[in-house]
Protein backbone atom coordinates (compact mmCIF):
# COMPACT_ATOMS: atom_id res chain seq x y z
CA UNK A 1 0.00 0.00 0.00
CA UNK A 2 1.87 3.10 -1.40
CA UNK A 3 -0.04 6.00 0.87
CA UNK A 4 -0.81 6.50 4.35
CA UNK A 5 -4.19 5.45 5.89
CA UNK A 6 -5.93 5.42 8.99
CA UNK A 7 -7.09 1.86 9.77
CA UNK A 8 -10.71 1.59 11.97
CA UNK A 9 -10.36 -1.53 13.26
CA UNK A 10 -12.58 -3.41 15.10
CA UNK A 11 -11.98 -5.44 18.38
CA UNK A 12 -15.12 -7.87 19.37
CA UNK A 13 -14.76 -10.86 16.46
CA UNK A 14 -11.93 -8.81 14.83
CA UNK A 15 -9.27 -8.74 17.29
CA UNK A 16 -9.85 -11.21 19.53
CA UNK A 17 -12.88 -13.51 19.91
CA UNK A 18 -16.36 -11.81 20.43
CA UNK A 19 -17.04 -10.87 24.07
CA UNK A 20 -20.20 -9.03 24.13
CA UNK A 21 -20.38 -6.03 26.42
CA UNK A 22 -22.58 -8.02 28.78
CA UNK A 23 -19.39 -10.12 30.04
CA UNK A 24 -16.58 -8.13 28.47
CA UNK A 25 -15.86 -7.51 32.15
CA UNK A 26 -14.87 -10.66 33.19
CA UNK A 27 -13.93 -12.37 29.61
CA UNK A 28 -11.69 -10.15 28.43
CA UNK A 29 -8.42 -10.71 29.51
CA UNK A 30 -9.06 -14.49 28.43
CA UNK A 31 -10.60 -13.96 25.56
CA UNK A 32 -8.85 -15.67 22.64
CA UNK A 33 -6.91 -13.50 20.33
CA UNK A 34 -6.90 -14.52 16.64
CA UNK A 35 -3.76 -15.90 14.85
CA UNK A 36 -1.35 -12.55 13.12
CA UNK A 37 -3.77 -9.73 14.40
CA UNK A 38 -1.46 -8.30 16.64
CA UNK A 39 1.39 -8.61 13.87
CA UNK A 40 -0.83 -7.13 11.10
CA UNK A 41 -1.85 -4.54 13.11
CA UNK A 42 1.71 -4.08 14.38
CA UNK A 43 3.28 -4.17 10.91
CA UNK A 44 1.22 -1.34 9.38
CA UNK A 45 2.09 0.41 12.87
CA UNK A 46 5.51 0.12 11.56
CA UNK A 47 4.74 0.98 8.21
CA UNK A 48 3.60 4.51 9.35
CA UNK A 49 -0.42 4.28 9.04
CA UNK A 50 -2.27 5.26 11.58
CA UNK A 51 -4.43 2.49 14.03
CA UNK A 52 -7.27 3.82 15.80
CA UNK A 53 -9.43 0.81 17.66
CA UNK A 54 -12.89 2.15 17.43
CA UNK A 55 -15.63 -0.33 19.48
CA UNK A 56 -19.09 -0.65 20.34
CA UNK A 57 -18.28 -1.25 23.75
CA UNK A 58 -19.34 0.96 26.48
CA UNK A 59 -17.00 3.84 27.32
CA UNK A 60 -17.11 1.94 31.15
CA UNK A 61 -15.10 -1.08 29.55
CA UNK A 62 -12.41 0.74 28.50
CA UNK A 63 -9.95 0.01 31.49
CA UNK A 64 -10.12 -3.41 30.73
CA UNK A 65 -9.85 -3.09 27.02
CA UNK A 66 -6.70 -1.08 27.60
CA UNK A 67 -4.94 -3.28 29.68
CA UNK A 68 -6.15 -5.98 27.04
CA UNK A 69 -4.63 -4.41 24.40
CA UNK A 70 -1.28 -3.72 26.38
CA UNK A 71 -1.44 -7.32 27.40
CA UNK A 72 -1.49 -8.54 23.90
CA UNK A 73 1.80 -5.36 22.93
CA UNK A 74 -0.57 -4.00 20.01
CA UNK A 75 0.51 -0.91 18.85
CA UNK A 76 -2.21 2.04 18.42
CA UNK A 77 -2.59 5.22 18.04
CA UNK A 78 -6.05 5.99 19.31
CA UNK A 79 -9.02 3.64 21.17
CA UNK A 80 -12.72 5.10 20.07
CA UNK A 81 -15.55 3.71 22.28
CA UNK A 82 -19.10 3.71 21.93
CA UNK A 83 -19.49 2.67 18.07
CA UNK A 84 -23.51 2.45 17.58
CA UNK A 85 -23.88 -1.76 18.17
CA UNK A 86 -25.88 -3.65 15.97
CA UNK A 87 -25.92 -6.28 17.44
CA UNK A 88 -29.69 -7.53 18.37
CA UNK A 89 -30.78 -4.76 16.17
CA UNK A 90 -32.21 -4.13 12.99
CA UNK A 91 -29.49 -2.90 11.28
CA UNK A 92 -27.31 -5.11 9.21
CA UNK A 93 -23.92 -3.32 9.17
CA UNK A 94 -22.14 0.59 8.98
CA UNK A 95 -21.83 2.47 5.61
CA UNK A 96 -19.01 5.32 6.43
CA UNK A 97 -19.83 8.36 4.30
CA UNK A 98 -16.93 11.26 4.63
CA UNK A 99 -15.52 13.68 2.48
CA UNK A 100 -12.23 12.01 2.55
CA UNK A 101 -10.41 11.31 -0.87
CA UNK A 102 -9.55 7.55 0.10
CA UNK A 103 -12.42 5.13 1.99
CA UNK A 104 -11.64 1.36 2.03
CA UNK A 105 -13.51 -0.77 4.13
CA UNK A 106 -13.69 -4.94 4.60
CA UNK A 107 -15.32 -6.94 6.66
CA UNK A 108 -13.30 -9.06 8.75
CA UNK A 109 -14.00 -12.94 7.55
CA UNK A 110 -11.48 -14.28 9.86
CA UNK A 111 -8.04 -14.35 8.55
CA UNK A 112 -5.58 -11.28 9.05
CA UNK A 113 -4.23 -11.87 5.36
CA UNK A 114 -2.42 -9.35 3.08
CA UNK A 115 -4.41 -6.70 1.91
CA UNK A 116 -4.83 -7.06 -2.30
CA UNK A 117 -7.13 -5.05 -4.74
CA UNK A 118 -10.17 -6.38 -5.92
CA UNK A 119 -12.90 -5.23 -8.09
CA UNK A 120 -16.10 -4.91 -5.63
CA UNK A 121 -19.68 -4.14 -5.79
CA UNK A 122 -20.55 -0.82 -3.10
CA UNK A 123 -23.74 1.43 -2.96
CA UNK A 124 -22.00 5.09 -3.62
CA UNK A 125 -23.99 8.63 -4.13
CA UNK A 126 -24.57 8.84 -8.04
CA UNK A 127 -23.02 11.08 -10.03
CA UNK A 128 -24.34 14.62 -10.26
MG1 LIG B 1 -17.03 -6.82 16.27
Known amino acids: MD???????????TMWED????VAKEKTMSAKVFPKAVEWVNERHKEGHYICFFTARWE???EVTEAKLKEMNVK????LMEKPRIRHTEYAGYHHIDNCSIIRANRFEGAWTPLVKKEITVHVFDDV
Not at 19 to 22: G, H, L
Not at 76 to 79: A, G, Q, R, V
Request: zero cysteines; proline letters at 5%; a negative charge.
Open 3 to 13: EKVVFMVDLDG
Open 76 to 79: YHKL
Open 60 to 62: ELR
Open 19 to 22: TPNE
